[in-house]
């Protein structure tokens, strides 16, 4: 492993740098978080309408001071019209997603909205009949989400992402129960932007190229890259207008036997580059500015040190919070969130289980 490391460093010294830093091919954790901020305030505001009594104080016709009939939108119904107007940038975004039933239905009646001319905050050129569209949308989806149908489609989406939270807290605590220190890895991985051609080419990278891809560069980190420290692993596809394809990884090692964790971010990342997709891939190493996270869920953890046990469920939460808000809708997929299996022990190799009751993540078990 330190020969590997050794020569990774001087690669490094003569390589271009993590990844490439053109505006169309870069690679973050954070780009599409502002797309998710919209989702979430979507449900929001579904619940928020839902519970108004009388929706016709949301959107109310009045004279202004000249005697003028104008539509005068309450604070919500202000927020309800700004939510309109991230639908057509959210469905670009995300064209082949199921969303959250409470988003689904918000936007499916804000397409029943006549005309369908894009909305505007300031632009009520017809006042009366802008109320009376706006309110008969409040109405409709007050009835949707009332409905016994509806509360079903809820109660499922929450409990896979519920679920795959829960799985992978467990997962986590039972290795820190195996393990004194883990050495936690966080990164994305993804593709260029000239190989993700909505047209195929003998190029395109495909669905069935983005599974695949997967499962090597985890055989490869079990068998190749670290066979005497690999603990275990977590992913999460995820699927964008801009970025296509990527995952979010993450990586867990036996943090007595590894060190240098941002060092080994970008022997995976490398790999992932020129060894997996061939010169097709990207990435990016989200070791190399932990700094920059509230809680630091990254590099090397002792099993008692709570307050990066924080840091590991939030971690946890953002890989599977997603799930709740925008599901990938690709059969050819199957799944979009997988983790490894509590392994077997395997004599010296593996520490003695300590009790880790006292902790964040016992709370999990």
């Known amino acids: 492993m330190k020969d590997n490391l050794a020569t990774l460093r001087e690669a490094l010294k003569k390589s271009s740098g993590i990844c490439l830093n053109h505006a169309t091919d870069q690679l973050g954790a954070t780009e599409e978080y502002d797309l998710v901020q919209a989702i979430e305030r979507i449900e929001l505001l579904a619940k928020a309408v839902a519970c108004t009594e009388n929706t016709e104080v949301l959107w109310k016709v009045a004279p202004n001071r000249s005697g003028l009939i104008t539509c005068r939108p309450s604070p919500l119904g202000y927020r309800v019209i700004s939510g309109m107007l991230n639908i057509p940038e959210i469905r670009q975004h995300y064209p082949c997603h199921q969303f959250n039933p409470y988003v689904a239905a918000f936007m499916n009646q804000a397409d029943k909205i006549q ?15 802008f109320s009376e569209e706006m309110t008969a949308f409040a109405e409709r989806l007050k ?21 795959n939270f829960l799985n992978l807290m467990s997962y986590i605590h039972e290795l820190f129960k195996r393990h004194a220190r883990l050495m936690v890895l966080r990164i994305d991985l993804g593709y260029l ?17 983005v599974r695949n891809h997967r499962k090597q560069l985890f055989r490869d980190m079990k068998e190749k890259l670290f066979p005497e420290s690999w603990v275990g692993y977590a992913w999460k596809l995820e699927y964008g ?26 022997l995976i990342g490398r790999h992932w580059q020129h060894e997996i ?6 990435y990016h190493n989200c070791n190399a500015s932990k700094d920059r996270y509230w809680h630091q869920g990254v590099g090397v953890i002792n099993h008692y040190d709570q307050s990066y046990e924080q840091g590991l469920i939030h971690i946890a939460q953002y890989m599977t919070k997603i799930e709740y808000y925008i599901k990938m809708a690709i059969p050819a997929l199957a799944r979009s969130f997988g983790k490894g299996e509590i392994p077997e022990p395997a004599g010296s190799r593996v520490g003695r289980r300590r009790t880790t009751n006292n902790t964040i993540l016992a709370s999990f078990a």
């Not at 997709?277 to 990207?282: A, L, P, R, S, V």
């Open 115 to 129: 005309p369908h001319a894009p909305l505007s905050l300031n632009d009520f050129s017809n006042p009366v009949k």
């Open 193 to 209: 932007n000239r190989f993700t051609n909505a047209e195929p080419l003998p190029e395109t990278v495909t669905a069935d190229d």
């Open 143 to 163: 009835a949707e989400l009332a409905s016994q149908a509806f509360k079903k489609k809820v109660s499922n989406f929450r409990r896979s992402a519920n679920k």
């Open 277 to 282: 997709t061939e010169g097709k891939g990207i």
């Open 241 to 266: 207008l801009d970025k296509s394809f990527h995952y979010h990884l993450l990586v867990l090692l036996d943090g007595s036997l590894v060190r240098e964790d941002v060092t080994i971010c970008n």
